[in-house]
């Protein structure tokens, strides 16, 4: 019924900056959180950022100061801006976003390579 379509990753040299967007469509009535989570092989999903409707933020320490998120409601989109990169931030990157009802998505993840 909802579709995330992330776009925005790719190769990039640590320091350097990516923006990630997700773009939700299908039957939607309202979106309560929208946020990024990060995946690297033979690792756990972990969180990097959410966002709710309302604004309020969170962020994994590893990201506060460098990474950045926003959403425009209208567009039931949700973006993360990611500044001073790291190798270590190299990992698949999923959008998820959790409706009013509860029910939860996932994209198909958008591959973020940091070369040193």
């Known amino acids: 019924q909802v579709q995330l379509v992330e776009s925005g990753g790719g190769l990039v040299q640590a320091g350097g900056s990516l923006r990630l967007s997700c773009a939700a469509s299908?039957?939607?009535?309202?979106?309560?959180?929208m946020g990024w989570y990060c995946q690297a092989p033979g690792k756990q999903r972990e969180l990097v950022a959410t966002?709710?409707?309302?604004?309020?933020?969170s962020f994994a320490d590893s990201v506060k100061g460098r990474f950045t998120i926003s959403r425009d409601n209208a567009k039931n989109t949700v973006y993360l801006q990611m500044n001073s990169l790291k190798p270590e931030d190299t990992a698949v990157y999923y959008c998820?976003?959790?409706?009013?009802?509860?029910?939860?998505?996932w994209g198909k993840g958008t591959l973020v390579t940091v070369s040193s």
């Open positions: 966002i709710t409707r309302r604004g309020s933020l």
């Open positions: 299908g039957t939607i009535f309202s979106i309560n959180t």
């Open positions: 998820n976003v959790v409706l009013a009802n509860g029910r939860g998505y």
